[in-house]
């Protein structure tokens, strides 16, 4: 009995190599017909042998499984593709957008990375955009983004806010140019954060630290902790940050119920600089569940296709600035200059205690000369050193050695 057993264990384990080595056989001469079929498709039909054009009719299925992920290769190169509407074009699509923002009921905005790229901040999907650079294997890098200001789009939207034609921004960026600019915390859902709060969630309700530095250096994904300490009771201090894979709970700055609130009572949606394709995912922002009758007007400003383009009213394709500074001359409103002095970053931060001045390498915003400084004591950190970690550093930084990881496996 031992001995039939043992047998059978042999005659199993054998089974399975060889069904094991059959699959790598018949795997290896698959890759051999992808790459004999698909040499062949990259030349002309005149220069094929007879012989080469046999193997085409031998492996069909072959042939038309690549044709498929050539189709599917240009779908994606023509979605990345920037596209600009000529002068003549823009101006009309502009007066359409006026008329649709001076008879909105209740006007939202929604932004992206592509408002604050005028800021020297590199957007996210766009041809040089840090996520399309890591696709095509090639290095990112880094950004400074202390010396960020608010745009123009920024302070188009602080204007149109005041003059009571935009109720709510909905904003995916993380560089705090809206709160900037001066547009009201009531007013702008943060929904991935802000790099300049930091807040204690061990009090109820979480208490908020306003920086006027970048708090995330010591943070990535899963690590928010700042390594500061609440000056009530002593808990440890994290920033706001959503990143790729987590899902943010806290009230402030995201103001998830804002948001929705304001998508709820929206007559029109204004989408600035964003690709829609983290927007597209939160229901709650899009009303899909009402008669389309009654969904809110759709107008995107992007460069690219978006996921949302074929629902549009009106897709504009032009950069933030041209189109904002055209939309308020439609308007016949005046674009405010972002005043430093006036930077609402001053009057909200809380200064460092004594202790903890050290706590960061941060490049802090100073206020123009003459007005007093309530930041901490910077000496020595007046050369700006480039942003490694945090929101933007890190996460670009885990997407290079994935992919590099990917790279050496292959």
Same mark, same amino acid.
């Given at each position: 009995?031992?001995e ?17 080595r ?33 193997? =085409? ?28 509407? /000529? ?16 008879h ?17 901040i ?21 950004? %400074?983004l202390?010396?960020?200001e ?8 602080r ?54 530095? %970048? ?12 390594? *500061? ?64 009758s009654? *969904? ?13 383009? /074929? ?19 439609? =308007? ?11 930077d ?8 460092? *205690? ?18 007093? /400084? ?25 997407? *290079? ?10």
């Amino acid at each position: 009995m031992d001995e039939d057993a043992g047998t059978g264990g042999s005659s199993s384990r054998a089974e399975k190599k060889a069904l094991q080595r059959a699959k790598i056989l018949q795997r290896e001469s698959e890759q051999g017909i992808f790459k004999l079929v698909a040499r062949i498709l990259k030349k002309a039909e005149a220069e094929r042998s007879e012989e080469e054009a046999a193997a =085409l009719l031998r492996h069909r299925d072959t042939v038309e499984e690549l044709c498929r992920r050539q189709v599917r290769r240009n779908v994606l190169k023509r979605k990345q593709e920037e596209v600009f509407d /000529d002068a003549e074009e823009l101006k009309n699509k502009v007066s359409q957008l006026a008329e649709a923002v001076k008879h909105a009921q209740h006007l939202v905005v929604y932004t992206g990375a592509g408002i604050s790229t005028a800021a020297s901040i590199p957007d996210y999907r766009g041809p040089n955009g840090v996520w399309t650079q890591l696709q095509k294997g090639r290095a990112v890098s880094a950004s %400074d983004l202390s010396k960020a200001e608010p745009t123009l789009t920024h302070m188009c939207i602080r204007m149109l806010h005041k003059e009571k034609l935009v109720q709510h921004v909905v904003s995916q960026n993380c560089d705090g140019l809206h709160l900037r600019s001066g547009l009201p915390r009531h007013a702008l859902s943060e929904l991935h954060g802000n790099m300049f709060i930091e807040v204690c969630t061990s009090c109820s309700p979480a208490r908020e630290y306003v920086r006027s530095f %970048d708090v995330t250096e010591r943070t990535s994904l899963h690590r928010h902790g700042t390594g *500061r300490s609440c000056t009530h009771c002593g808990g440890e201090l994290r920033d706001t940050i959503v990143h790729f894979g987590e899902r943010g709970t806290l009230e402030q700055p995201l103001n998830w119920k804002g948001a929705a609130e304001a998508a709820k009572m929206a007559d029109v949606i204004l989408c600035l600089g964003s690709s829609l394709k983290v927007l597209k995912k939160y229901a709650c922002l899009w009303c899909m569940n009402r008669p389309v009758s009654k *969904r809110p007007k759709l107008y995107i400003i992007n460069l690219q296709w978006t996921p949302k383009d /074929d629902l549009a009213t009106l897709k504009i394709h032009g950069k933030c600035d041209d189109v904002m500074r055209l939309l308020m001359e439609e =308007l016949n409103m005046q674009i405010p200059d972002y005043d430093k002095a006036e930077d609402p970053i001053f009057s909200l931060a809380t200064p460092l *205690r004594p202790e903890e001045e050290s706590s960061h390498t941060r490049e802090v915003i100073a206020p123009p000369a003459g007005q007093e /400084d309530h930041s901490p004591d910077t000496q020595g950190q007046t050369e700006a050193t480039a942003v490694q970690g945090g929101w933007f550093g890190r996460g670009y930084s885990k997407g *290079r050695k994935k992919k590099q990881k990917k790279k050496n496996e292959v």
